[in-house]
């Protein structure tokens, strides 16, 4: 049976004022400092500039230092040099987030990131990950990994072997790990570039909706 309420109240207003720093924007593009941009995050690394943007108007969350200089940049391109990380790019991508996933059925089983035969790239996730494998084989099929940002907001990443692909497994992970995301307080979100339509169609078939708003930032390295 699925979740039709959820244990806790959430919000994405509460996720991305604490993961940016400010929401919603104020302007067009509202540059605002956080020290979370010089703190780890989930995997251990600094993400110098994080925004997410919709159609009235966008927050960019760069150090408190750099505010000033990356507000008169006249290119999102000048902005990793801006603070401090001329070595990476700049990436843009859809930003989806969503508190009614779709009601498809389970297909996989949550087990911790360490546990024997989970596959390497769900690693750096840590705590518990959720794999599909095949129950005559046990050959893994496909997992999610949860980026736990903050209490307020999870991302969700998902990776299918290639052979399995276009069977509706994706989807059905991405549901169940939003529901599991939702049940614990924080709201599921899910990001991909613009050009992967397969990576959209996943997000739109589990509940994702694209609201025309955007994630930007420097890259990782």
């Not at 605002?32 to 943007?53: F, I, K, M, Q, Y």
């Not at 150090?63 to 990476?88: D, F, I, K, M």
């Not at 990994?145 to 994706?170: Q, S």
């Not at 992970?173 to 339509?197: C, E, I, K, S, W």
Request: proline letters at 8%; glycine letters at 12%; charged letters at 20%.
């Amino acid at each position: 049976m699925f979740s039709a309420l959820y244990s806790k109240s959430v919000s994405i207003t509460d996720h991305l004022r604490h993961w940016l720093g400010a929401w919603p924007p104020q302007e067009k593009l509202q540059v605002t400092g956080s020290d979370r941009r010089t703190e780890p995050g989930w995997d251990g690394r600094v993400h110098p500039a994080l925004g997410v943007g919709t159609p009235d108007g966008a927050v960019l969350s760069v150090p408190p230092e750099h505010v000033a200089r990356v507000a008169a940049a006249t290119s999102p391109r000048q902005v990793p040099a801006l603070v401090g990380y001329a070595e990476r790019g700049w990436f843009e991508g859809v930003f989806r987030w969503t508190t009614s996933p779709a009601p498809l059925e389970d297909a996989g089983q949550w087990v911790p990131a360490t546990a024997p035969g989970v596959p390497e790239w769900l690693w750096p996730f840590g705590g518990e990950v959720l794999v599909a494998v095949d129950q005559e084989t046990g050959e893994h099929l496909a997992g999610v990994g949860i980026k736990r940002h903050d209490p307020y907001g999870h991302e969700l990443a998902v990776v299918t072997e290639r052979g399995v692909r276009g069977r509706g497994l994706a989807r059905r992970l991405v549901a169940q790990a939003a529901r599991r995301v939702l049940d614990g307080g924080a709201v599921p979100t899910y990001m991909h570039a613009v050009t992967n339509t397969a990576s959209a169609a996943v997000a739109q078939a589990a509940g994702f909706p694209d609201r025309s708003w955007t994630a930007f930032g420097v890259a990782e390295s």
